[in-house]
């Protein structure tokens, strides 16, 4: 939200006009990617097939 309100002021600066339908472009553009990068954020890493050949390959503890 700042980058938008920074990018309005620096329109004005430069003498260019800042209508609703840019603020709202300007809105989308810093929005929409964050978004879609918290939409598709994986939750925990995989485990590599490290992690899986040394879960399978220690005994268990009932055996003993």
Request: with cysteine.
């Amino acid at each position: 939200m700042f980058s938008v309100v920074v990018l309005a002021a620096a329109s004005v600066v430069l003498g260019l006009s800042v209508t609703a339908s840019t603020a709202l472009l300007w809105l989308v553009a810093c929005v929409v990617p964050p978004g879609v990068m918290l939409m598709v954020w994986p939750g925990a890493p995989p485990l590599t097939v490290a992690e899986l050949l040394h879960s399978v390959d220690v005994p268990s503890r009932a055996g003993e």
